[in-house]
T-cell receptor, first 113, second 113 residues
Framework: GAVVSQHPSWVICKSGTSVKIECRSLDFQATTMFWYRQFPKQSLMLMATSNEGSKATYEQGVEKDKFLINHASLTLSTLTVTSAHPEDSSFYIC?????????FGPGTRLTVT | QKEVEQDPGPLSVPEGAIVSLNCTYSNSAFQYFMWYRQYSRKGPELLMYTYSSGNKEDGRFTAQVDKSSKYISLFIRDSQPSDSATYLCAMSTTQGGSEKLVFGKGMKLTVNP
C-alpha cells in the first residue's frame, strides 16, 4: 500500500512561535501533496496544493505568508505555521497523490496556547 | 449554501443493522465521488470511489450516486462494531482527486455489539 506519515502527531506551542509539520510518503514518490485543515465538527478544508520543485498553490482565504509550504523532494512536504495564534489550533492533515488516489497521513494536532 | 452537505450525526445503531449515510452537493461540475472512513486520531482512508450515476458494490458496502438530484449515499449492510468510525463523503471535478477534494463534515457512526 501507499503510506504517508506526519510528524509530529501532536504539538503544543506558545502564541507567536512557529511550528513545522512534516509530511512524508514512505514507499512512493509524490509530485503532488495536499495540506488540509480540520476544525472540530467541521469539514476537512484544503489549504494548499504542493508540487515538488515549485511554489504551492493556496486556496482562497489562506495566508501564504503565514502557512509556508516547502515541497523540496518527491517524498517530503513541510508546512510551517509562522507566528501561530490560538485560532490556528486545529488538526492538520496532508495527503499525497498517486495513481488516481490521495493517500492521507494520520494528521497533526496543533494547539496554540 | 455549502458545496457539500453532510449530516454530522452522530448515528448509533445495533450490530447487524443496515446503515445509510448521505450527502448532497450543489456543484454540478463534480464528477467523481468518494467515501472515506476515518478512525479517531487517524487520517481518512478511501472506502469507495464512483464516477457515474448508479450503484457500486464492494462487499458489505454499496455506494450510490444520483447526479440528477445531486445526492450520494453509502449503505453498510450487516454493520459490525469495527465499522464504528467517522464517514466522510468527498467530491472532485478531476479523476481520483488529482486536484481539490471537497469534503462533507463527516458522520460519526457507532455500531453497538
Amino acid at each position: 500500500g501507499a503510506v504517508v506519515s506526519q510528524h509530529p502527531s501532536w504539538v503544543i506551542c506558545k502564541s507567536g512561535t512557529s511550528v513545522k509539520i512534516e509530511c512524508r510518503s514512505l514507499d512512493f514518490q509524490a509530485t503532488t501533496m495536499f495540506w488540509y485543515r480540520q476544525f472540530p465538527k467541521q469539514s476537512l478544508m484544503l489549504m494548499a496544493t504542493s508540487n515538488e520543485g515549485s511554489k504551492a498553490t493556496y486556496e482562497q482565504g489562506v495566508e501564504k505568508d503565514k502557512f509556508l509550504i516547502n515541497h523540496a523532494s518527491l517524498t517530503l512536504s513541510t508546512l510551517t505555521v509562522t507566528s501561530a495564534h490560538p485560532e490556528d489550533s486545529s488538526f492538520y492533515i496532508c495527503s499525497a497523490f498517486r495513481d488516481s488516489e490521495q493517500y492521507f497521513g494520520p494528521g497533526t494536532r496543533l494547539t496554540v496556547t | 449554501q455549502k458545496e457539500v452537505e453532510q449530516d454530522p450525526g452522530p448515528l448509533s445503531v445495533p450490530e447487524g443493522a443496515i446503515v445509510s449515510l448521505n450527502c448532497t452537493y450543489s456543484n454540478s461540475a463534480f464528477q467523481y465521488f468518494m467515501w472515506y472512513r476515518q478512525y479517531s486520531r487517524k487520517g481518512p482512508e478511501l472506502l469507495m470511489y464512483t464516477y457515474s450515476s448508479g450503484n457500486k458494490e464492494d462487499g458489505r458496502f454499496t455506494a450510490q450516486v444520483d447526479k440528477s438530484s445531486k445526492y450520494i449515499s453509502l449503505f453498510i449492510r450487516d454493520s459490525q462494531p469495527s465499522d464504528s468510525a467517522t464517514y466522510l463523503c468527498a467530491m472532485s471535478t478531476t479523476q481520483g482527486g488529482s486536484e481539490k477534494l471537497v469534503f462533507g463534515k463527516g458522520m460519526k457512526l457507532t455500531v453497538n455489539p
